[in-house]
């Protein structure tokens, strides 16, 4: 009897069924590499904002402390967003004809408050605390980056949950000294690894288990 | 959490400015918007899950799949994350804390009384009530009101606008008409004005009555609250000659005699009674002592719950018995003695003998629901006791014009229809809903020209007037109220009115023609003149009005203390002062001298005629969940299971065992929900005085037979979405000749069934330990009786070694001796963890979502049982069976021994439900949350998270709380300290029957209670080796009463 | 084991009487014939029969699709499910369903590595009948799910939450069981399938049919390595396929004896789940495969033989499943643990009374009959009985779920549980996909090994082996 397939298709088939193996391969990386890519965690994404507020100008550039604007960064979860009236106390008095600053200007005059948009976003059901951290030694730059050289900000970490466990099993690797939190230089020394332990130790940093218990961070 | 109360009087946040509110930051999109929509209202908070499984047509259907379905894609594959937005403030208020929440002091008025609060306020929302521990009727506890009246503010029910004739018109157009009628009356000296309020004891507006009258002099006040306290008044004004309000002091009490009253959970001092009476029953080995109840009673109350003796009989043999043991006390006493009592003599005897050796250590209290004499005989005993002056103290009426109320409104009535009243004004209340039935208030009202209503609903009493104004919530309002002993609140707002709504005091400044002040003005004024000397003089000579004649009262109404002094640095030092301690210093009233009229006069038998065979006694209550009917609308309530039934959603008759055998009548379970959820109720025909209603049954263990008691309160029609045409109403059977209780009540059995939502429908405990009690002898013999062998860690069944929970390890100690059942943690958690309200279709198929639940079991006899309740929230287990059978790691165990559920990993295989013994765990098998109603996520506590559908969630002992303590802690380089750390439930329970802290500290209370030798874990055998553990009951019988 | 026992009473007897016994195949069968009548099934037209049958299914797997749309859109509420009963039908179904699905593997695997001739006949439907049942079992641990488009997180997998699923909970261990044992059903029926692919093909009519056939056969030629291969890959598989037998129920009775609600908690579930599974396998089997014989005319080579020897088999893991009810109640009362004591009397006497005695009689009492041999020869009693059994095993199913749960350690959590209207279109609707996949089955693929067949043809080499 005649025979169905040209004896070609033995090669089709061959390479049909490892082509599908490669394929589906392929597609797993595909999903990782989008699943990575800054198009969706919109890391180092500058986002819009109704005013082009720049850090770079205000950090670096006019040397404003963090604590200036982000006022409540020390004592509560929130950091805090300035008010328009903080704005204004400089902006009362210079640039105040810059076209810039007019959506601040109305702000302040109509009491509409300035909408910006959000670059540092957690999901609803993760309760980070600014407070602790900065007082248990972790620096600002740690997570935002080095803000002093944004001129629009953009979102440094992807904040996802491994990236939080990346610390809170081992936070020594990323401990400054309290009076350097806010210091946007500051690089880890080359003997890290002692003095985050020693931190660790006059911070009263508490263990693993503690610090990755899911109640830490979710409630 | 002891937050340091906020200084708040100096700030913009609470001088009536707090239009901040509407800019705040928010921590989510959703918030902002429910800001910004206040007045778009729509939805109920009682649950949609309901609507989407009953009425679900195929357009929705459609909807919801493809809805489901996009979900489904957005969770499948991570796309971008939708912009959220950041709206700062434009000047922030100083005292503000992003993320931090600010409490003030304020004080909610009951029925004219105030309950001392502070309230948790997060940027600018109010979100939670915790009681004012500086307010003496609260001492930092709440009941179950207070803590669910902050949904009330929320409700979107609520009346928004000035109605007139339902139609909607300006407050201006309103003032403009009213002045018109007012000035009307000013030629008449206000002969056609008629002003009908509740019980008022707010000196600001007492005054500001004061005021109207004496410009009007014609015009008349009345006062009526349907759940009154006229027989307590008339009791007093019988025995003393004048109306004085008696205080007890049960913390020195040994023996107290309860005839009828339920102190531990009903009237206006009952948060600080309970806690009083119940710090003399916590026996430990040290001083193993305790004080004796005795209760005589009708209806069931937590109080005879927590009796030592419990002599059920009908509400009328309450008079006899009282009689029987002022004899035996040797006490002669006026008036025919009604029927005799007879059963239990030498119980009666014994009684009597154990008051006799504790003169002046004994109370006996009498009932705000038994007639005047009784009231008068327990006055007469106290005295023959030695009590007054002791256990006993009376003080001048904390009322601004105590009167006899229902007279009040008798002669109102009267007036309206001889047609001389022109201009009504109603402040609160809802009488046409409430008055008794045989007044016919409403066609009496129809003949009154002019019918302005002041109200927080467009209820029914709204519907029959020309005139509705909104009214603002306590929470928006400026004033003062009085606690029971006297003590002045000033009640500031936490927030501007939601929905324009007014204040009493504003619609009294209209109606004195000067409509422009605010209430924070008057009040401030009033105090102002307090202390100058333009305030009014001694409330002493309280002069009364004679019941019959409801009147402008004279001289004086303010009913406090003389003019105050001027404080020493400044009013404005004083003001401040009053607002941030939430009670006004030397305000409490001063004990007053009384003494017993000759007894001769002091009142007569209320001769109640016997009951007739084949007929009943009908008793009627306010109900324990909604009250007069007020609270129908806050679904908190509505959803609470009542103390004894476990009913939510409904009322019933409550009949005794005997009685149901007599009429066959029988409660059986749904074959869904069944004894958890849903029960068949047979409905029977009550007929009294020609007047009949239908309504379903509950057979009470412990109700006395030949007797029925019906709650008040449900069967609204204009009770919002939520509160309408819930339960039955029982107002349709209530005259104003026997408010309380009657004979001559027909039955009849009706071939219906009602299904009842009830969670708790299983009386026994199945002869398993699950409470242990003992009596006093029996404590004291063996203190350990509660324990058993796996109450003792040594002898461990666990394999491994111990784990070690190094630092912190949390646990808590519930004494279920002091346990009172009245519900105010069930609310309490609710509140302060987000969780949804249900309804009853979900309650019935035992859904409901209380992380708490106070089991009631009964033993004994059921025509008298013992009576016992325990509260369970989750137990935390420290080897929990829930966690190593969740797939995915959703709830796991802390570093510190908390059992701790991630709601976010959830799956929802209720896999860790099946596997709980105690049953704590809560599943939102529909999404339960109500994520469409704007302004009701503005109550949504931010630190917890919403719950969406196809979550476990479960008791977490507020871990949200715990976190903030430690990270406060640990960012000042200490320790949390113990009672840093209070759970909600543990916040509002009256006597501290719940105490929570680190078990790991060895000076903590928690720790020393849990070495208490009455501290067992409920079903420790199953070596789940419970975080939370119970304090086992102990009663104190008199050894010479044998129980029969 | 008891089962082996049971085989061996079938070979002695064989030994002494072969006149006796029906033979496994009809007689005046030769290698043409055989291949005629069972291919001629596939190839002839569809007949009118088939369409009417075919509708009935249909209609109840739309049903089912509805069912699962309107749940998944409401949510698990729409179930019948509440505290303290959090599992109700879902979870009742899936055992049923996958100890249905457990015959298949067995007549293959085991009883081929037994040398149990009579096997052939019947283990290609069965084997079909075992993965339709997984299939439908494999729906209701996602249904019954309260967020089921979070079910990979059951699987592991690396994940930005660097989490994993928790291997302490018998819910993975069914993952994994499940799967594995789908798979391996898969591939097993499949390899057996490939020569008689290849004599459709070569007998094929259409060109399509032609086409697929040929794709599907892989190139068979029938030549003699491929047999060789051919053999000692269905012996392997078989081998691999004989612990899935006893794994998969096993870890599913661990779902509920790893917990401690009584009722469940019990050390005897898994070799009574077995015994169960294995026993309702055969039940199926028999439901299938007498209205089959019949309306395919396959008399001659389903014969009595073989439904006397299924019916035995009833019997005996039937006596199985009895006495692991004894031994329960035996030992809640012995062990003296009042919460065990009061499930096994409340499952007897309580609310749900009905459903026991319903089960005993379906599972206990109805089989007893197979000790006559005219039972075990009447098509009418074979077929009634094996209903019952099914139905039966359902009930335990429902009874271990439901009774254990509603009433447990706490009176005043105890509650009531009833399906609602979207539990029964689901069981329901589930039965319909499963009959539909047969319809489809019966249609398109050789219901009986038309190659093992012939090695029954006398004078065949298969015909001598023992």
Known sequence: MHRVFHPSSNIIARVTIFGGLIIIAGICWVVYAVGT????????????????????????????????????????????????????????????????????????????PLVWNRVNNLPQFAYFNHSIHINKGVGCSTCHGRVDRMPLTWEEQPMEMQWCLECHRNPNKVLRPRDQVFNMEWQAPTDQVTKGAELANSYHIRDTHYLTSCSTCHR | MNQPHQLSGSTNGCEGETHKTKKTFWRTLEELAGSESQTNLVKRLEQHAVMIENALDRRDFIKLMSASLALAG?????????????????????????????????????????????????????????GNPAHPASLGATDLFSQASVIGLYDPDRSQTTMYLGEIRSWGVFLEEFLKDISKQRASQGAGLRILTGSVTSPTLADQIKGILTAFPKA???????????????????????????????????????????????????????????????????????????????????????????????????????????????????????????????????????????????????????PPIVHVIAHMMNESLGNIGKTVRFIDPVEANPTNQLESLRQLVNDMNAGTVELLVILGGNPV???????????????????????????????????????????????????????????????????????????????????DQTSYDLVRKYWQQRHGTGGSTGGSSQTSTTPGQASSPPSNTTGVAPALPNPPDGFDQWWRKSLRDGVVANTTAAERAVAIRNSQQAGTASNIPPLNPGEFEIVFRPDPSIFDGRFANNAWLQEIPKPFTKITWDNTALISPATAQRFAIEIDPARRGGEHGNMVSDVIELNYQGRTLHMPVWILPGHPDDSITVHFGY????????????????????????????????????????????????????????????????????????????????????????????????????????????????VACQAENNIPVVGKIEVMHGREMHWIRIDRYYSGDEHNPETHFQPVPCMHCEDAPCELVCPVEATTHSSEGINEMTYNRCVGTRYCSNNCPYKVRRFNFFRYADYDTPVVKLQKNPDVTVRSRGVMEKCTYCVQRINEAKITAEEQDRTVRDGEITPACAQACPTRAIVFGNINDPNSNVTKLKAEPRNYGMLADLNTRPRTTYLAEVRNPNPEIKTE | ?????????????????????????????????????????????????????????????????????????????????????????????????????????????????????????????????????????????????????????????????????????????????????????????YIGLIPDLATLRDRAKSKWAWRAYGFLSLGWRGSADHWHHYETAYLILAGLATPLVISVHTVVSFDFSVAIVPGWHSTIFPPYFVAGAIYSGFAMVLTLAIPIRKAFGLQDFITMRHLDNSAKILLATGLMVTYSYLSEAFFSWYSGNIFEAYVELNRIRGPYWKMYWILVICDVIAPQVFWFKRARNNIWTLFIISILVNVGMWTERYVIVVTSLHRDYMPSAWGMYSGSVWDYATIIGSIGLFLALMFLFVRLLPTISIAEMRTLVPGSKGSEAK
């Not at chain 2, 004080?291 to 009673?297: D, G, K, M, P, Q």
């Not at chain 3, 291919?39 to 369409?51: E, K």
Request: aromatic share 12%.
């Open chain 2, 74 to 130: 957005i969770t499948g594959c991570s796309v971008q994350q939708p912009t959220e937005h950041i709206v700062p403030y434009v000047r922030q208020p100083e005292e503000i804390v992003l993320g931090k929440p600010l409490f003030y002091a304020t004080a909610m008025p009951m029925a004219g009384y105030a309950m001392g609060l502070l309230v948790e306020s997060h940027e600018g929302r109010p979100t939670k009530i915790e």
């Open chain 3, 1 to 189: 084991m008891a089962r082996t026992d049971e085989v061996e009473t079938v070979e002695n007897k064989e030994a002494k009487d072969a006149l006796a016994q029906p033979p496994v195949i009809g007689p005046g069968y030769d290698f043409v014939s055989i291949t005629d009548k069972i291919a001629s099934i596939v190839q002839r037209g569809t007949p009118v029969g088939w369409y009417l049958g075919f509708a009935i299914p249909f209609i109840l797997t739309m049903m089912l699709l509805f069912a699962i749309g309107y749940l998944f859109a409401v949510g698990i509420g729409a179930w019948g499910v509440d505290i303290p009963v959090a599992w109700g039908f879902a979870i009742a179904n899936f055992v049923w369903w996958i100890g249905i699905g457990h015959a298949g593997t067995l007549i293959s695997a085991i009883l081929l590595l037994l040398h149990q001739k009579w096997r052939t006949s019947i283990n290609r439907f069965a084997e079909a009948m075992t993965l339709f049942a997984v299939a439908c079992a494999g729906l209701f641990p996602l249904l019954h799910m309260g967020r089921p488009w979070f079910f990979y997180w059951l699987l592991p997998y690396p994940n930005t939450m660097e989490l994993w699923p928790q291997f302490r909970s018998p819910l993975v261990w069914d993952v994994f069981a499940v799967l594995t044992y789908f798979t391996v059903s898969l591939v097993f029926w």
């Open chain 2, 433 to 515: 809903f409430t008055a008794p039935i045989d007044l016919d208030f409403p066609s009496a009202l129809s003949k009154v020209q002019t019918r302005v209503h002041h109200s927080l609903y467009y209820d029914e009493t709204s519907a029959l007037c020309h005139w509705h104004v909104a009214a603002a919530h306590y929470l928006e309002s400026w004033s003062d109220a009085r606690a029971f002993d006297g003590t002045v609140s000033i009640i500031q707002p936490l927030i501007a009115p939601l929905y324009s709504g007014k204040t009493e005091h504003e619609m009294m400044a209209a109606l004195s023609n000067n409509p």
């Open chain 2, 715 to 826: 069967g609204r029609i204009r009770g919002g979405d939520t509160g309408s045409f819930k339960g039955f109403n029982t107002y349709l059977l209530r005259t104003s000749f026997a408010p309380w209780f009657d004979v001559g009540l027909k039955i009849r059995k009706l071939d219906e069934t009602y299904e009842l939502a009830s969670t708790q429908a299983h009386h026994s405990m199945e002869n398993r330990d699950l409470v242990r009690a003992a009596t006093l002898g029996e404590f004291k013999q063996n203190p350990k009786f509660a324990k058993s062998e796996a109450d003792d860690p040594s002898k461990s069944k666990w394999l491994f070694p111990n784990w070690s929970y190094p630092g912190y390890a949390w646990g808590m100690a519930i004494d279920i001796n002091t346990c009172i059942g009245c519900n105010a943690c069930v």
């Open chain 1, 37 to 112: 890519s800054s198009y969706v965690t919109e890391v180092a994404v500058p986002r819009s904002q109704p005013v082009p507020f720049s850090h770079q100008h205000h950090v670096s550039g006019l040397g404003l402390d963090c604590r200036y604007c982000h006022t409540t960064v020390e004592t509560s979860a929130f950091a805090g967003i300035p008010p328009t009236a903080t704005c204004m106390n400089c902006h009362s008095q210079i640039w105040t004809d810059s076209p810039m600053l007019q959506p601040v200007r109305d702000s302040y005059r109509t009491g509409v």
């Open chain 2, 220 to 370: 008349k006040w009345h006062q009526y609250e349907p759940a009154g306290r006229d027989t307590a008044r008339e009791g007093t004004k019988q025995a003393f000659g004048d109306y004085v309000d008696p205080i007890y002091h049960f913390e020195n009490a040994d023996v107290v005699l309860s005839l009828d009253s339920d102190f531990l959970c009903a009237g206006p001092g009952s948060v600080r009674y309970s806690r009083d009476f119940m710090n003399k029953r916590r026996p430990d080995v040290s001083n193993p002592n305790m004080s004796r109840l005795y209760v005589a009673e009708c209806t069931p109350t937590n109080t005879g719950a927590k009796a030592d003796h419990r002599f059920p009989m009908r509400a009328a043999q309450v008079e006899g018995f009282a009689r029987a043991v002022a004899y035996k006390l040797g006490i002669n006493l006026p008036g025919s003695g009604a029927t005799p009592y007879t059963d239990h003599s030498d119980a009666i005897a014994a009684l009597a003998r154990d008051l006799q050796a504790h003169r002046g250590s004994s109370v006996v209290i009498a009932g705000d629901y038994q």
